[in-house]
């Protein structure tokens, strides 16, 4: 796999931007792709803790959007997911929070977890990253 040069923004600066409290939350996505440079992110999603996201609510700095009967907060590159765990995918937060993987202080979510959540999302623009990931785990 080639290294990818031009990143759009360093992903480690920009979470570490926002100050989150370590162990309330994980970076889910492609983020951990971007971390091990396999692919830039053009985004960064982070799943956090119930506490977490209530507090974050109250922030005028982010904007709120419903999706899959969840409130998610958006910023910038930033979408702040309120809870993992649905029908096609069993992991809760806390659950990818405990098993990330922290690479320069930053949780990202496991390879063998981001795989299960994009094989349960299997949106189009999740296929490549399947790829990506079951060759990653293959050679471990």
Do not use: C
């Amino acid at each position: 796999m080639e290294k990818f040069e031009n990143k759009k923004f360093n992903i480690f600066e920009k979470v570490k931007e926002l100050n989150l409290p370590f162990g309330k939350y994980v970076i889910v996505g492609s983020g951990i792709l971007d971390a091990l440079g396999i692919r830039p992110a053009s985004d960064i999603d982070i799943a956090v803790t119930k506490d977490l996201a209530e507090e974050l609510k109250e922030d005028n700095t982010w904007q709120k959007e419903e999706h899959y009967d969840q409130t998610f907060l958006q910023k910038n590159i930033f979408t702040i997911i309120p809870k993992l765990n649905w029908e096609k995918y069993d992991i809760t937060t806390e659950e990818a929070i405990k098993s990330a993987l922290v690479i320069n202080g930053i949780p990202f979510m496991s390879l063998e977890h981001i795989l299960k959540f994009k094989k349960a999302l299997n949106r189009e623009k999740d296929i490549k990253d399947i790829k990506l990931l079951e060759e990653m785990l293959s050679k471990k």
